[in-house]
């Protein structure tokens, strides 16, 4: 290694993916050291101003629009998500006394169809950083129960954490494969631009990679995602009895090998691919792929029994191919005699039903559940 280096290669994989994972352990709030004496809170500004410690919202105010996209601005989805015996977001929340709490909750486009759902009310918090998506969701919950920060809910309690979308968006390390070991690349300032530069790797680092990054060919990338697993300690720190629940794109760290000749470190922007990560600080929304083998055994090692499936069969056990083909029963009966305007609804719900089981698409996603 050695000196300064472009910034990263555009990524060979075909979905989409996020952030500058995390640092050393602990020190979320300072992700990205740099050697100009920078860290990734002033590099790499979220749109609303927060950093690490608020959970590095996307442009857009959160994942779940995302998850669910509907013109119609709801989804339509939340009752397959809730009140399901052994497996929905039910579990754990639909009872008297019982808390819900979603961390980057956008404007509710998952919260307020879930709570709908529910057949008896629940304390429910959103967390969200962006000052415009809290606004939204004051109309859904009382202004004190949204919040900026995941330590401003009120702990410990009994219920349901959900992250949507939100573990690809911590920050990260990054480290590249030498003949003998590893060699990290922190975010450094030439001639008046960013660019990666060599940096001797940190001990946590390092051991994070040995452990969920290899094999890896020599000059190949991982991104360290240290933030991740302290994230979910810290959720399950919380709970006194519940379940966790992450829904993100990913992989275990078996099935990521092949990416990481690169890595999967790229950027997103407007639903589409985005230049390089240090290309435009701030104006884009910097991700990785999951890597969910660490997060499986920092759940354990909490107390936690997990179990981690694909969206789409975990959405299937939830009944919504079912869901889907009553849909599909009542906009045949719409096209019939009834109104075109709720017909377009109706098609609107199961188009984004449909989307959420396609196979290479948001089907593709992974639902950590780590109960407790």
Known sequence: GGGAEPPFPSPSGGDIERPFPSPSGGDIERPFPSPSGGDIERLFPSPSGGGAERLFPSPSGGGAERLFPSPSGGSGLG?????????????????????LVE???????L???????????????AVEASPAARAALAEVLPSERVVPVFD?????????????????????????????????????????????????????????????????????????????????RRALDMLVCGAVIVIDYGETAENLEHRRTE??????????????????PGETDITVDVNFSPLVIAAESGGASVELHRQDEFLQSLG??????????????????????????VRSTRTNAETLLHRRGLGDFRVLIARK
């Open 111 to 125: 919260l307020r169809p879930l709570l709908a759902a529910l057949e008896h009310p629940v304390d429910a918090w």
């Open 263 to 280: 890595g999967t470190l790229r950027t997103y922007r407007a639903h589409h691919l985005g230049p390089h990560a240090l290309a435009e």
């Open 320 to 345: 919504l191919v079912d869901r889907i083909r009553e849909l599909r029963e009542q906009e045949l009966a719409l096209a019939r005699d009834g109104d075109p305007m709720e017909r377009l609804k």
């Open 79 to 99: 009752e397959e998500r809730a009140g399901v015996d052994g497996g929905g977001f039910g579990a754990g929340v639909d009872g008297g006394g019982a808390t």
């Open 103 to 109: 961390v980057g909750a956008g404007s509710g486009t």
């Open 152 to 232: 401003d809910v009120a702990a410990p309690f009994s219920g349901v954490i959900i992250g949507n979308e939100l573990l690809d968006n911590l920050p990260v390390s990054i480290a590249v494969r030498k003949r003998e070991g590893w060699e990290e690349r922190w975010v450094g300032i030439e001639d008046g631009r960013l660019v990666l530069v060599a940096h001797p790797v940190r001990p946590k680092v390092a051991g994070w990679a040995d452990q969920f990054g290899r094999p890896c060919p020599e000059g190949g990338r991982v991104e360290v995602q240290l933030a991740a697993s302290e994230w979910i």
